[in-house]
């Protein structure tokens, strides 16, 4: 049976691993946002990888830039673009983020947002073909996909234990800065509210006005970073 230090070798680039466990996966009582239309119900999840950013402009950009000029599709590609519409908001001047968000320098390292669940699944089968293209000695071909809903909550609660008996998780991710110096500071990037994109205080401030860069805040306990927060992302049974 291989150990993990040798499944580990084999993790693709940009990747982390996230063991199997036991959660309970549902509206919690100790969750008192949002509609509690889930029962709290015990799962399993079996240990797989997870990029440990959400998909940036410049990996997507390298897609389109294969699309274009390697396979010279230009309905796949004219398809591939995301909706830069999403940008837009009444009463709201984001007509730069309209013409630059995806394609200028500065926002290389941003996650790509107005990608469709079928936009999401195309890019995987793209990276899918790329990664076992570079990798073609392996006997074992890797297949990149949407992580089902399951494993991404799985994935976000990082270190816990469930309690069985409750039904409830003895750890789930805090938003907030919980001891010391900063107390109660946004620890992720949130949109809290309708006019509230960024806070109304300092301490408050989550620092992201708009998507934040990936790597901006802290990972979490598996090396995900943005978990929760900044920008939605897909899963495969949405």
Same mark, same amino acid.
């Given at each position: 049976?291989?150990?993990?230090?040798?499944?580990?070798?084999?993790?693709?680039?940009?990747?982390?691993?996230?063991?199997?466990?036991?959660?309970?996966?549902? *509206?919690?009582?100790?969750?008192?946002?949002?509609?509690? @239309?889930?029962?709290?119900?015990?799962?399993?999840?079996?240990?797989?990888?997870?990029?440990?950013? *959400?998909?940036?402009?410049?990996?997507?950009?390298?897609?389109?830039?294969?699309?274009?000029?390697?396979?010279?599709?230009?309905?796949?590609?004219?398809?591939?673009?995301? /909706?830069?519409?999403?940008?837009?908001?009444?009463?709201?001047?984001? *007509?730069?983020?309209?013409?630059?968000?995806?394609?200028?320098?500065?926002?290389?390292?941003?996650?790509?947002?107005?990608?469709?669940?079928?936009?999401?699944?195309?890019?995987?089968?793209?990276?899918?073909?790329?990664?076992?293209?570079?990798?073609?000695?392996?006997? /074992?071909?890797?297949?990149?996909?949407? %992580?089902?809903?399951?494993?991404?909550?799985?994935?976000?609660?990082?270190?816990?234990?469930? @309690? *069985?008996?409750?039904?409830?998780?003895?750890?789930?991710?805090?938003?907030?800065?919980?001891?010391?110096?900063?107390?109660?500071?946004?620890?992720?990037?949130?949109?809290?509210?309708?006019?509230?994109?960024?806070?109304?205080?300092?301490? %408050?401030?989550?620092?992201?006005?708009?998507?934040? %860069?990936?790597?901006?805040?802290?990972?979490?306990?598996?090396?995900?970073?943005?978990?929760?927060?900044?920008? %939605?992302?897909?899963?495969?049974?949405?």
């Amino acid at each position: 049976r291989k150990g993990r230090k040798e499944v580990l070798k084999k993790a693709p680039a940009n990747m982390v691993y996230i063991p199997s466990g036991k959660f309970v996966m549902g *509206e919690l009582e100790k969750v008192t946002t949002g509609e509690k @239309n889930t029962l709290p119900h015990l799962q399993e999840v079996e240990a797989f990888y997870m990029d440990r950013t *959400e998909v940036t402009n410049q990996s997507y950009l390298a897609y389109l830039n294969w699309l274009l000029k390697v396979e010279g599709d230009l309905i796949n590609y004219q398809f591939a673009l995301p /909706d830069t519409h999403v940008w837009h908001r009444p009463m709201s001047y984001n *007509e730069p983020f309209v013409r630059e968000y995806l394609r200028h320098p500065s926002y290389q390292y941003y996650p790509v947002v107005g990608i469709s669940w079928v936009q999401a699944n195309l890019y995987c089968e793209w990276r899918t073909a790329r990664i076992n293209e570079l990798d073609s000695m392996s006997e /074992d071909s890797i297949v990149v996909r949407l %992580p089902t809903e399951l494993e991404w909550e799985h994935a976000s609660l990082t270190a816990y234990s469930y @309690n *069985e008996q409750n039904m409830t998780n003895d750890r789930y991710f805090s938003i907030r800065q919980k001891l010391g110096f900063g107390r109660g500071k946004m620890m992720h990037n949130f949109y809290r509210g309708r006019g509230d994109a960024g806070g109304v205080a300092h301490r %408050p401030n989550d620092a992201g006005l708009i998507p934040a %860069p990936v790597y901006m805040y802290e990972p979490n306990d598996f090396g995900w970073y943005n978990m929760p927060g900044n920008v %939605p992302e897909w899963v495969a049974d949405a």
